[in-house]
Each structure stands twice: as C-alpha cells, then as structure tokens.
Nanobody
C-alpha cells in the first residue's frame, strides 16, 4: 500500500525558513513524479513544486510564486522529497500536501494528474 507522510510544518514568522519532508513507502520505481501542492482556506489547491524522475534523469519545477524562495530536492533513494522554504511570507500560509504520480509524463502542475496524496502538514506564517 502506497503511503506518503509529510512532516516539518509549523508556525513561523515572516522571513523564517522551514523544510518539509515527504516520505514514500509501499512502492518505488525508476520513473515517476512527486509534487508539492498547498491549499489555503477558501482557496483552490495550488501547485508549488515538483520533481520528475524519468529513467536516469531528474527534472525539477516550481511555481512562479515561490521561485527563488522554495527548493525541491530528494534523497538518493528517491524515497523522500523535501521542500526547503525560505523567506516565508504570510501568504504562504496553507496546508501543504505531497503527491505522487506513477506516470512520469504528467503535467506536473495539475493536481488531478497525481495518484496518491499525503495527509498534509500545516504551515502558518505570521506577520
């Protein structure tokens, strides 16, 4: 059974940093994509960043709203994905979710493309 477990959320002040982790268990492969999305109260789920493994190559993507502040990375075993968040702003406040798509050819910014989701971790940034 595939499981994605996020951790690392919390309450921070504007300008602070946080690192989120997403641990994958139950299934692995050599070609898939993992993404981070976020959802603030009353808003739609929003793409944040993604990483795509296709055979031996890795591609990384991030939304314009977080480019230069958030960085997605992975461990060598492709089992944990991290989201390093710096210079956090109050508008970054949301529940952050990680997701996995076994078809590495997906459009990474579309949440409907993903097969499994984690339970989410709350990030709150105070001003």
């Amino acid at each position: 059974q595939v499981q994605l477990v996020e951790s690392g959320g919390g309450l921070v002040q504007a300008g602070d940093s946080l690192r989120l982790s997403c641990a994958l268990s139950g299934r692995t492969g050599s070609s898939y994509a993992m993404g981070w999305f976020r959802q603030a109260p009353g808003k739609e789920r929003e793409f944040v960043a993604a990483i795509r493994w296709t055979g031996g190559s890795v591609s990384k993507y991030s939304a314009d709203t977080v480019k230069g502040r958030f960085t997605i990375s992975e461990d060598n075993a492709m089992k944990t994905v991290y989201l390093q968040m710096t210079t956090l702003k109050p508008e970054d406040t949301a529940v952050y979710y990680c997701a996995i798509a076994w078809n590495s050819g997906i459009v990474v910014g579309t949440h409907a493309s993903y097969d499994y989701w984690g339970q989410g971790t709350q990030v709150t940034v105070s001003s």
